[in-house]
């Protein structure tokens, strides 16, 4: 506020200053808006022109690149073949090769594969007899290596015409070779579509060469835009130059016209802020004292906190009185560690709108109904709720919702059902437990989790089970005075849900005043609904 109150009589320093300077500043923006728009309707005719040369250039080569288009559509054609040739020759095995060589009589079909690619890759014109194909097989690995680097664009013409009569056979196809010799009938597969695709590539070969020539028409043509483009480019950006001066010009004049005024609203708003701040000041004061207070006793305020969320659970209204205000209070005085004075455990671990929701979720608007339910969500082990009238199920259930699973110890397949609730995420409560709590369940009151990779698993029975981190327990029972064993009291925070006179009392009066004064519940309901949402 201080700062402030200085800066307003620099504030009115600055605008008589900056009145002088506006009709200097108007009338050089007026100038150079003047000289800007001149120029720019130059570089726009320039531009025009170039455009049209774009626009030429740019017909000529999307005409070659449709004739390249229609050639490489033509040599499509021949790619199913080669593919087909090439996916034959890769199914090719050395064992396979290896049977074959080793047939002394392979059948006729056989022997005439092996004569057609004696004539194909050996170029052999007269010894077509098996021993002759037995020496070509001699080194499988090495007659794959050949037949798959095949050069299928050029086979001679004699070849062709020797394979003619071979390839016209009934039996010359992969199906009927396939119940013969499973290396034979690739080969011949091989064959027929290594024929194939040169006859293929030898008609379209022409087309090939109108391609290439497209295609060099279509690099000319894009030399020719390149240069256009970059004409283009080199205008366009004197234009973008020319336009951020008259931006910048028109900025400049807007910024100097306006400027007086900006002074003058900011001059107005910060006497404003000043003089309706004057209060506030005060109030800012004290904060930042009650602040630096807080910020020391926050520890004393966080340990009876915790201790009570820890340890006071289990006992009724007026041991837990007693036991913070008349043991811990004044332990934590005797030892000076800092607090608030006269701290309320409940105020520091709820506030009124949370203890609000908690009783339109179904909760008693007791103390010790409130004490309780500021456990549960505060409580880093799983809740085992005291709770013979049910007033702890009942709220756990309006908070949980409808998706809350509950089950007994005594039914069938429970803990199949506890499996499910672990992994799946789910809210689990078991309810009407005795005072001995099935050993099955150890691993999972006391948290004994195993990380493997990302996420945890924890025992149950003989599985590992994996843990969902949405995953949450409540455990109740019915008796009124059970006595729990120690490793149970260590394992879980057990809450004292029992009615008490007192707290009957307090539930009545909360009852009468909503019968009685529906308006003041109302206001009431209203005002937390606000601190929600802020």
């Known amino acids: 506020m201080k700062s402030t109150t200085e800066q307003v009589g620099a504030l009115q320093q600055l605008l008589e200053i900056k009145m002088v300077d506006v ?29 049209v040369q774009e626009a030429e250039t740019t017909a000529l080569t999307n005409a070659a690149k449709a004739e390249k288009a229609k050639a490489d559509g033509e040599l499509a054609e021949a790619i199913p073949a080669m593919e087909a040739a090439q996916e034959a020759v890769n199914c090719l095995e050395v064992k396979s090769i290896q049977e074959l060589k080793a047939l002394a009589q392979p059948p006729d079909a056989c022997k005439e594969v092996a004569k057609a690619v004696l004539i194909l890759k050996q170029g052999e014109k007269k010894n077509h007899a098996w021993p002759n194909a037995q020496k070509m097989l001699n080194n499988p690995a090495k ?23 071979l390839l016209a056979e009934p039996f010359f196809n992969f199906e009927v070779m396939k119940g013969k010799s499973l290396a034979a009938a690739y080969l011949c597969s091989w064959i027929v579509n290594i024929v194939n695709y040169n006859a293929i590539y030898k008609k379209v070969r022409p087309l090939q060469e109108a391609a290439a020539f497209a295609q060099s028409t279509a690099e000319a043509k894009q030399a020719e835009l390149a240069i256009v483009v970059e004409k283009v480019r080199q205008i366009n950006e004197k234009v973008d130059a020319l336009k951020a001066q008259l931006y910048e010009a028109e900025a400049a004049k807007r910024r100097v016209e306006d400027e007086a005024g900006a002074l003058q609203d900011q001059l107005d708003l910060a006497n404003r802020l000043v003089g309706g701040l004057a209060d506030e000041n005060t109030r800012w004061a004290n904060n930042v004292i009650t602040y630096k207070a807080e910020r020391v006793t926050m520890v004393g305020d966080a340990l009876v906190s915790a201790a009570f969320v820890s340890y006071i659970g289990p006992f009724s209204a007026a041991f837990r009185a007693g036991l913070w205000r008349e043991s811990w209070l004044p332990d934590m005085v005797e030892r000076q560690i800092p607090s608030t004075g006269g701290i309320d455990p409940l105020e520091v671990l709820a506030t009124p709108a949370d203890q609000a929701v908690w009783k339109t979720e179904g909760l008693p608007a007791d103390r010790v109904s409130l004490e309780n339910a500021a456990v549960v969500v505060s409580c880093n082990r799983y809740p085992l709720l005291i709770d013979p009238q049910l007033q702890g199920q009942k709220w756990i259930k309006g908070r949980e919702g409808s998706d809350m699973v509950t089950i007994q110890l005594s039914q069938k397949n429970w803990l199949k059902k506890v499996e499910m609730a672990v ?79 007192g707290g009957l009392e307090d539930q009545l009066l909360a009852m009468v005043v909503k019968f009685e004064k529906p308006d003041l519940e109302q206001a009431k309901e209203e005002l937390v609904s606000k601190q929600n949402e802020y």
């Not at 009709?23 to 170039?50: H, Y």
């Not at 290596?145 to 020797?162: H, P, T």
Request: proline share 4%; hydrophobic share 40%.
């Open 143 to 165: 007659f794959i290596a050949e037949v798959q680097s095949f050069d299928g664009n050029s086979i001679d013409e004699w070849k062709l015409e020797a394979l003619k009569p």
């Open 423 to 501: 992994s799946g995420g789910q809210v689990l409560m078991i309810e009407a437990i005795g005072q001995d709590i099935d050993a099955i369940l150890d691993p999972l009151l006391s948290r004994q989790f195993v990380k493997k990779g990302k996420s945890f698993t924890v025992r149950l029975g003989a599985e590992d089970v994996e843990l969902s981190p949405s995953f949450k327990l409540y455990l109740q029972t019915k008796l009124i005075n059970p006595h729990y064993k120690p490793e149970t009291a260590a394992q879980c925070t057990i809450i004292n849900f029992i009615v008490t006179e």
């Open 23 to 51: 009709g200097v500043e108007k009338e050089k923006t007026d100038e150079l808006i003047e000289v800007v728009g001149r120029e720019s309707l130059d570089a726009e005719k320039e531009a025009e022109a170039a455009a």
